[in-house]
Every structure is written in structure tokens, then in C-alpha cells.
């Protein structure tokens, strides 16, 4: 995995926009829909019995003989989490889909230290979540975890909800980024759902190979399914197929957009061999997820 | 159905082949890949086909099985065949001296060549064809030959002839075939008009629209005057299509410029004569003369005569202290050119035809020529006689030769002492020894006193063995001259009996002595090189115009002689009303079987449709990659 310095010195300059109204900590940088105790004034309103009288803005009551409260945006830390497909479909095509998806990894996290959040990373492996580093704050931390982001084996089958669903996922405290190939015809929408009624931000990012995108294979195979070696696919692959298949991952990509975008969340589609810059400073600021 | 070339087929090997690679090269490829959901996936949007596009998946072993099958079809040459469909051609092509006729810059011949090549294009395959020229000779070209391209190709190669021929040898042989095939169809190519016909069909292609003028062989006569000749050349012109005005030219030798010129109106159908009256002509070779006016046929605007005697001229060179009575001999014998010079002259000169050595004989034999030796006193090298010396001739001792060998006769021929044996009174004659074959033609006591032969280097050679200053009676005698005049014939024959010939007639050229070979080039440029180890060859004239014979001579001189072949008579008119052609029979129909092997470019069609096919395919295979 090689994300350069001059990269994260560039990502710094960007800032996660979470759509949901956060329940974190406060401390963070990123400012929740309810007032709080940030410097940085937003409205007045009548004194109640009960407020808080340090807050009574007492230069409005000598001018209208009237109390009144001053109000404060609530700045909240919020807790990133990021879920890695570590099965063993992820360690294929050129440029290796997993190499992507924990270069997207560490770079999410990276910006999420940089706001001063929580960050957890997550590997997804046959149905298990299992702990890369988590709570991780301040970029000090990053740079001594990251580096366990490399340790992480893929290999075995993904089962994305069997997974995420008895975890800790917080609420309606930040953003969950689950990267994934998705090619897998096990549930992934109720792990989707599940984030979503927990008023977590979501963001699906499908990592795939060229190879997926644009095959070029051709004539009479036995395409062998890396995750079980009972799928085999068994045809002379002519133009026909080709189409078909072309469909099917327009099928595929457009269902798992459709559905993340019906709950409020964001996918986004990269190539294993996609640049970090075009990712980050291309389609994830059109997407409105960063700005 | 069948095959041209069955063994075409053997290219079917290649279609279990192509399978057998097809099975062992196309099998699966594994291959692992990161998950099968979405190729699994895409069944879903496989569209439904029809049970028929399951071949899809093997098209490209099916077009090189085709590609194949085709090719291997091609190459074996399907033929249907169609019973009765085919027919038998024989064809009769006239090709004699008036299809050369031309008409809107296309011969009769052609146009004859034409029409045959036309019928024979159109019939079915699988027909024969037969054609018979009349042209310098008749002949069967080819016979039931059924590859079309074959006997058109054999049917281009046949030229016009010059000659003017019946038919009659032609139509036999066309009867004979349709005996032997009552359903052949016979065609007749021709200029001739028929009065009727009967189981032919006539192609005429004559084409009278061009004008035809004719003229017919010159005569030339030749009036001595004092110092020159008066040369009258007469002739007649014809026309056989319309009236017309023409203007005759004449022209002596080589003159590129008229020597005159004479304007004629000629009518259709009648002769017109006309004449020129030349003075003071010294000398020539031709005289021709010609039409000024182009017209359909032009074999027949030109007639040339050709001087014989200027043609057959020689010279002689007499070396002789008192040559008067040689002199006078030769000169009566017509020998015009006699160079007279004294022994103390005689150099070894050339250039002659005749050398005559009179009391004198030269150290070596003339390099040229025929020789004469008259009254030798010695012997010479290569002569092959020997001097013997003089002898006293008893009274009456003369004697001709009662040989019966036909060249002793010939000598002999027309001297009328011959054969009346009369004996002549000599003084004196000179004994010989005669070293080789001889023809004797005199003798006394039984010495040959007058021979001929030949020398070692195989010139002609007479020998004299008297003198004929004591010789009065006999030299002065009939007997003398006609001998001398006989032997003067022996010793340079004349090359052409004449100069004039018609076209077809047989040409007879005297080898002459000294002559070691021949080249006869015809008016068309033909070139010919006869035998000239036989005394006279015979050469047939073919076509019409000037012929020029070349005799090489032993002392590297060339001798050329020209006769002129004019166009027959018959053959000038341009079309010939003649009665009936009929082939006698009774005409079947069918034929032979008709083919039909057009398929061989349909499968080749095919063939290259499914190779393309296939290539297209493969590339859009590479595409897609």
C-alpha cells in the first residue's frame, strides 16, 4: 500500500460533509444541526426558566429590558468508520482491487484524524468484523496504526450484513464507508439498511478490476470462482455474452447505487487502477461527500 | 452430376482434419477469477435465441468447413450433364485469295473467323467442333475438339491464304463427317454466293460495298533498237463493284516516282486496256505497275514483271591469245557479257561466272565460276584430268557419245550430228586422263575429246580436248553451236525458267554450280531455306506479291532472283456465284451431351465468401479483445 505525503497534505484540505444530525462527542470539528457550546454564534432566543444564565446575553436585556439567551452551533467529533471487504475476490485484477481499497482506506482515515474525528477500520471476512484499529484520533495515532492496514490478509468469502449487523455501529454519530467489489450474491442491503436507521452517513465504494469492467476474455472457458471453487462459470464467451455480461454490471452497480441513494447514502464506483487524486479531488467532491 | 476432376475431392481430407483440430485445440481454458456473480449474473440478460444459433458457438469451425467444402468442389469442377444438349460443329472456312477483301477495316477472313468463333461461344458446352481451312492447302485444323477455348484459340491462329481453290476437297471431308455423325451441323464460311444449298448453312461474308479495281498481268515487249530498247507494257484494269476513274502508273526497277502515268475510266464488269510506249530503255529488271486507288482488295492493284533474262544474266571471262571463234560462239549462244583477255593477263581474277581457258591453263582454278577449258596443255590442280599430250587425230576419228545416261542425252539434245553419227575430220586432239566421273560427249579413238564434269571444289567443268582452229568443220558446223549452247545451260542454268507466276503454281529454281545454299523470303516475309543438294527445288507460291530467291554462292557472293506471284483470277471478283453445296443425308437431331460446369466459379464464389466470412469474423473477435 503506498499513499504518498504529498497526497495527504493535499487531502488535509478537505473536509467530510455528513448529512446527518451528529450525536458525537463534542470536540470535533464538525458542526451539529443542534446548538451547543462553539464559538460561533448563530441566533438568539427567549430566556427560559431553567437555561442557563451564562448564556443570557446581557447587553440584549439592557437594550430591550428583555431576557434573552444566546445561541451557539454545537460542533461534535464525530466516529468514521470503514468497513473493508477482506475476502478473497478483492485480490484480483491488475493494479489489485485491494490494494485500492486500503489505499481508499487509509486516506478516508487519514482525513477523518484530520478533523479531529474517531476513526475505526474494519475487515469483513466470512461473516465476521474484525478490528484493524479502532477509536484511532489524532495523526499521530494514524501514523503509528496505519500500518497494520498492510497486515490484513484477504482471503475467504464476504458476508457484508452477517457481519455489520451485530456490530457496534453507533448512532448518528458519522460516516461508515464500506468498500467492497460487491460481487457477491450474498445480502448486502440489510448491512446498508441496518447503517441507515442507525443515521449513520453512508458511502459504498465498489472497488473493481478492469478486467471486471471491460473483460476481454474470449472463447470456450471454465471461469472458476475465486471465493468458492463450486461456482464455475462454463461458456464460449462470444460477443453475446459480452453484451450480456455488460449488462449485468450495469445491473449490478446500478442496483447498489439505487439502493444507497434511496437511504440517504452515496456510492461511488473505482477502477483498481483509478488515481487517489481523481478519486478524492474528482468524484467524491461532485458527489458532495467531501468539499 | 459429375466431376471434371475428381480427385479435386481429396480436399475434403481437410474437413475431419479441421475438426480434429477444432476438438483438440478448442477446449475449455480454465481460469480463476476474483467471483462468477456477475457473468452468472449476465444469463439473465442473454437474449432468447432461436435453437439455430446455437451453431454460433461453433461458426467459426462451420465457415472452415465450408471454405473447404467449396474450395474442394471447386477444384473438382461439378459438371451437369444434359443429354442431347451438345452439338456437333463441323465448319468449312474458306480462306483463299478473295477473303482477303476488306471492308471497313475488317478482312472477309476475319469477319469469317468471327461468325465461327460467335457459333461456337454460343453452343452448349460439351459440343465438338471441327473445322476444315481451304487455304494454301485444305486441311482439317482440328477435329471434334470440345474445349471451346482450344479451338478458338487454334481457329486465331489461322491466316488468310493467297490462292485461288475449289472447295470441292473441303466439302468432301465435311461429308465424311457428317456421315460419320449425320446430327453435325455444318457451316460453310465463305465470300462465294450459292445458288442453292442443302443441309448447310452458308455464313456469306462478303461485303461489296468497297470498291474493287483489278489489273491483270502485264505484258512487256521488248523492240531492240539501235543503241537501246522500245519496251511496250500493256495490261487491262477491271472493276467489279462500280464505275470509276483510276490512273495507272509504271515505274521501271526500284523508281520511287513514276516513269508514267496513265488516267483510265474504268466501267463495272468490262476490261479496260491500257498501254505505255517506252523509248530508249538500255536495261531493267521490273517493270511494275500499279493502281492509284485504294479499294476493298489490294492484293490485285499491283502487277509486277520481272526481266527473265536480266535475271538469269551471267558473265564470262574468255582468256585467249585468238578468242574469235569462242567469242562468237558464246555470243551466239546469248551470252552477252564476254570479257575477252590475253593469257599474259589472267591474274586470278573473280567476279565471273564462266571463266574460259583457251590454249592456256591457269596455275590454280578460278576461286569462282564454272571453267572451260579448251584445248589444255597441261594439267591443273583440282581439274581432275590429266594432260596426256597431243595426239594426231585419224581422218573421220570423231565420234559421239552412244551413252544413254540421261545427262550424256541431255547435252547432247538437238545436235543434229548426234544422231545422225557423223564424224568430223580433226588434226589433232589432246589425250586426257579422266581422274573422276565425267559425261562424254565426244570422243576420238575412244579418248574423250569433249567432257563434263566437275572440279575438286565442285565447280561445273567442260573440257574441250581439241583445238578449234583445226577443228574448222566440226566448229563451224551445227553441231558446234547447239553443243556450245547446251553446254552453256550446263554450266549456269538459268535460275528461273520465268518470272511470272499465279499464285498456287509451283515455283522451279535451278541450283545452280557453285550455289551451296538457298533463301526464299516471301512478299509476307516468310523465310525459307530449301534443300540444294537436288538439282532443281521446288517451291509452291502461297502468296502474292514479290518473292525474292537468294543463292548463296561457294565464293561468299549472293545471287538474288525475283519472281512475282500474282492473285488468281477467280479470286479477284469478289463474290463468285457458284451452284449448289449440298451434303447429302439425312440430318439427325441431338448431339452430343451438353455440359454444364459454370458451378466451378459459384463454388469459387463460395469459397471466397466463407474464407472472408471467417476472416471477418476472426477479427472481430480481435476486436472485442
Known amino acids: 500500500m503506498v499513499v ?100 481508499l482506506a487509509a486516506v478516508f482515515a487519514y482525513l477523518s484524524v484530520c478533523e479531529m474525528d474517531k476513526v475505526s477500520v474494519y475487515m469483513i471476512r466470512d ?48 460516516l461508515s464507508i464500506i468498500i467492497s467489489d460487491f460481487l457477491t450474491d450474498e445480502d448486502f442491503e440489510g448491512a446498508i439498511e441496518h447503517l441507515a436507521n442507525k443515521r449513520r452517513d453512508i458511502l459504498c465504494v465498489q472497488v473493481l478490476a478492469r478486467e471486471e469492467l471491460s473483460p476481454r476474455t474470449r472463447g470456450k472457458m471454465h471461469l472458476i470462482d475465486s471465493e468458492d471453487a463450486n461456482h464455475i462459470y462454463r461458456k464460449n464467451i462470444t460477443k453475446d455474452i459480452i453484451r450480456a455480461y455488460m449488462a449485468a454490471l450495469d445491473y449490478a452497480t446500478g442496483r447498489i447505487r439505487n439502493f444507497c441513494l434511496a437511504r440517504g447514502g452515496n456510492y461511488m464506483l473505482v477502477s483498481s487502477e483509478e488515481s487517489l487524486n481523481g478519486i478524492f479531488f474528482g468524484k467524491l467532491t461532485e458527489m458532495g461527500v467531501l468539499k | 452430376m459429375s466431376l471434371a476432376y475428381p480427385l479435386g475431392l481429396l480436399g475434403l481430407i481437410g474437413v475431419p ?80 485469295g478473295s477473303m482477303n477483301y476488306e471492308a471497313g477495316g475488317t478482312t472477309r477472313f476475319d469477319a469469317g473467323k468471327k461468325e465461327i468463333r460467335s457459333v461456337i461461344k454460343n453452343s452448349m458446352k460439351g459440343s465438338a467442333y471441327t473445322l476444315v481451312y481451304v487455304g494454301d492447302a485444305t486441311e482439317t485444323v482440328f477435329e471434334y475438339v470440345s474445349d471451346k477455348d482450344r479451338a478458338i484459340a487454334m481457329l486465331d491462329e489461322l491466316e488468310v491464304g493467297y490462292r485461288a481453290d475449289d472447295l470441292n476437297k473441303a466439302w468432301e471431308t465435311a461429308q465424311e463427317f457428317f456421315d460419320s455423325d449425320p446430327s453435325t451441323k455444318v457451316y460453310l464460311i465463305t465470300d462465294k454466293r450459292y445458288e442453292g444449298t442443302e443441309n448447310v448453312t452458308v455464313v456469306n461474308v462478303a461485303e461489296e460495298r468497297a470498291d474493287n479495281f483489278s489489273l491483270s498481268d502485264i505484258e512487256v515487249v521488248t523492240t531492240p533498237t539501235e543503241n537501246s530498247s522500245h519496251i511496250t507494257v500493256s495490261g487491262t484494269v477491271m472493276s467489279y463493284v462500280n464505275d470509276g476513274d483510276v490512273e495507272i502508273s509504271l515505274y521501271f526497277d526500284d523508281e520511287t516516282e513514276p516513269h508514267a502515268t496513265v488516267p483510265l475510266e474504268v466501267l463495272a464488269l468490262i476490261p479496260s486496256a491500257y498501254t505505255f510506249e517506252v523509248d530508249d530503255v538500255a536495261d531493267f529488271r521490273a517493270v511494275r505497275v500499279t493502281l492509284g486507288t485504294e479499294d476493298g482488295l489490294s492484293l490485285d492493284d499491283e502487277a509486277v514483271y520481272y526481266n527473265v533474262e536480266f535475271e538469269n544474266s551471267s558473265r564470262t571471262l574468255l582468256v585467249s591469245e585468238r578468242p574469235f571463234f569462242l567469242k562468237a560462239a558464246l555470243i551466239a549462244a546469248g551470252t552477252s557479257q564476254v570479257t575477252v583477255i590475253d593469257p599474259s593477263e589472267y591474274e586470278g581474277q573473280t567476279g565471273y561466272d564462266l571463266f574460259v581457258f583457251e590454249q592456256f591453263m591457269p596455275e590454280t582454278l578460278p576461286a569462282d565460276g564454272a571453267v572451260w577449258f579448251v584445248n589444255p596443255q597441261s594439267g591443273v590442280a583440282g581439274s581432275n584430268f590429266s594432260y596426256q599430250g597431243s595426239q594426231s587425230a585419224p581422218r573421220e576419228g570423231l565420234a559421239y557419245s552412244n551413252s544413254t545416261n540421261s545427262g550424256v542425252r541431255n547435252l547432247l539434245e538437238g545436235v543434229p550430228g548426234a544422231a545422225a553419227r557423223t564424224e568430223y575430220e580433226l588434226k589433232q586432239y589432246v589425250k586426257c586422263g579422266l581422274g573422276a566421273k565425267f559425261s562424254i560427249l565426244l570422243t576420238c579413238e575412244g579418248n574423250p575429246m569433249l567432257f563434263t564434269g566437275a572440279t575438286e571444289s565442285g565447280a561445273r567443268e567442260v573440257v574441250f580436248a581439241f583445238d578449234p582452229r583445226d577443228s574448222a568443220p566440226f566448229i563451224l558446223s551445227a553441231d558446234f553451236n547447239v553443243l556450245v549452247d547446251n553446254l552453256l545451260d550446263y554450266t549456269f542454268p538459268p535460275v528461273v525458267e520465268e518470272t511470272g507466276y499465279v499464285c498456287g503454281e509451283t515455283l522451279a529454281v535451278n541450283v545452280v554450280a557453285g550455289c551451296t545454299s538457298m533463301r526464299i523470303v516471301s512478299p509476307n516475309g516468310k523465310e525459307s531455306f530449301p534443300d540444294t543438294s537436288v ?5 509452291t507460291l502461297n502468296e502474292v506479291g514479290t518473292y525474292d530467291i537468294e543463292l548463296y554462292m561457294a565464293d561468299g557472293s549472293v545471287r538474288t532472283i525475283n519472281v512475282y506471284s500474282s492473285l488468281a483470277e477467280a479470286e479477284r471478283a469478289p463474290s463468285e456465284t457458284e451452284a449448289m453445296r449440298v451434303i447429302y443425308g439425312t440430318p439427325e437431331s441431338g448431339g452430343r451431351d451438353g455440359v454444364y460446369d459454370d458451378l466451378l466459379y459459384l463454388f469459387i464464389i463460395l469459397a471466397l465468401l466463407a474464407a472472408a466470412e471467417y476472416g471477418v469474423y476472426c477479427y472481430e473477435q480481435y476486436q472485442l479483445r
Request: hydrophobic fraction near 40%.
Open chain 1, 4 to 103: 504518498s505525503e504529498a497526497f495527504l497534505e493535499q487531502v488535509e484540505l478537505l473536509q467530510t460533509l455528513i448529512k446527518n444530525n451528529l450525536a458525537g462527542r463534542f470536540g470535533g470539528t464538525h458542526q451539529s444541526k443542534t446548538f451547543g457550546s462553539s464559538c460561533e454564534f448563530t441566533d438568539y432566543r427567549d430566556y427560559m426558566p431553567g437555561d442557563d444564565v451564562t448564556k443570557i446575553d446581557w447587553n440584549a436585556f439592557a437594550r430591550f429590558e428583555k431576557l434573552y439567551l444566546k445561541l451557539y452551533l454545537d460542533e461534535r467529533q464525530v466516529h468514521t468508520r470503514i468497513y473493508i471487504d477482506a475476502s478473497k475476490s478483492m485480490k484480483f485484477g491488475k493494479g489489485r482491487k485491494d490494494e485500492q481499497a486500503l489505499r
Open chain 2, 535 to 539: 538439282p532443281i527445288v521446288e517451291y
Open chain 1, 127 to 174: 461473516g465476521h468484523l474484525e478490528e484493524v484499529f479502532v477509536n484511532m484520533l489524532g495523526r499521530e495515532s494514524f501514523y503509528n496504526e496505519i500500518g497494520k492496514l498492510d497486515s490484513i490478509e484477504f482471503d475467504g468469502d464476504s458476508k457484508i450484513t452477517e457481519a455489520i449487523l451485530p456490530s457496534v455501529v453507533g448512532y448518528g454519530d458519522g
Open chain 2, 17 to 96: 482434419i479441421l475438426i480434429l483440430i477444432y476438438i483438440i485445440k478448442n477446449q475449455y481454458t480454465e481460469k480463476v477469477i476474483a467471483s462468477t456473480y456477475l457473468w452468472e449474473l449476465s444469463e439473465r440478460f442473454l437474449k432468447k435465441r432461436l435453437p439455430i444459433s446455437r451453431i454460433v458457438g461453433i461458426i467459426s469451425l462451420i465457415l472452415q468447413i465450408l471454405a473447404v467444402v467449396f474450395a474442394s468442389l471447386a477444384l473438382a469442377q461439378p459438371v451437369f450433364t444434359i443429354p442431347d444438349a451438345g452439338g456437333v460443329y463441323c465448319f468449312v472456312l474458306d480462306g483463299t
